[in-house]
């Protein structure tokens, strides 16, 4: 009589398990796969830099600058909304490079914004201005209106003005660039990455491999 071994007909399919599931070795593992993952564009991080720049305050002043210019009640003022809103047009862009945004910023306290930028308020109902996408950022240009009926010595003081306020929105452009590329970057830290595992539910061999 033939004694017959028993063989596995197909070969069984890897257990796998839930983030929760793995030993602590296998999780610190699981982490350093996927941001690895994410930095050749897996896992969804080529959505990134689209959400990042989804934000309502995405052009805001930081709250420390805004304090120290308008005071404590300046939240008042701006009723729950941006001083500097975000229309989400346009908006394009390359960390350390540049950024055009033009279409995208939306104004919703003109006085604040001319006061932000430095300039009297003497001088507010003679200036115009608009945003243009030109080199590295985005730029802010005045025009002086009714400039023919001023006198000489009220135009040097306007444009005094104009200059610095057009440095101070170049400064502020590039803030907004690194604190896009911040943002960028806080999503492949480790606490970032541990929520992106477990809202997506990823699936891991015992070592902590992902699985497919």
């Known amino acids: 009589m033939k004694i017959i071994k028993n063989f596995v007909l197909f070969e069984q399919g890897t257990k796998t398990f839930s983030f929760e599931e793995l030993s602590d070795p296998a999780k610190k593992n699981a982490i350093s796969k996927i941001q690895k993952g994410m930095e050749m564009g897996e896992y969804g991080a080529e959505d990134i830099p689209y959400w990042v720049v ?30 500097i809103g975000n229309e989400r047009t346009g908006i394009s862009f390359e960390v ?16 604040m914004f001319l006061g932000w930028l430095g300039i009297s308020p003497f001088y507010w109902e003679d200036l115009y201005y608009t ?11 005045f025009e002086i209106e009714n400039e023919d009926e001023m006198t000489k010595e009220r135009v040097s003081r306007i444009d005094h003005y104009i200059g610095e306020a057009e440095k101070k929105f170049k400064s502020h452009m590039i803030f907004v660039l690194d604190r896009i590329s911040r943002s960028i970057d806080s999503q492949y830290e480790t606490e970032e990455v541990e929520q992106r595992i477990e809202s997506n539910n990823y699936k891991f061999d015992e070592m902590g491999n992902p699985v497919e």
């Open 54 to 83: 989804d934000d309502d305050y995405l052009f805001e002043p930081t709250h420390e600058d805004l304090f120290r210019i308008f005071g404590p009640n300046y939240d008042k003022d701006l009723d729950g909304s941006p001083m």
């Open 131 to 141: 945003f243009k996408d030109s080199g590295s950022y985005t730029q802010i240009e």
């Open 96 to 111: 350390g490079r540049y950024i055009h945004c033009a279409k995208a910023l939306e104004i919703n306290h003109n006085e």
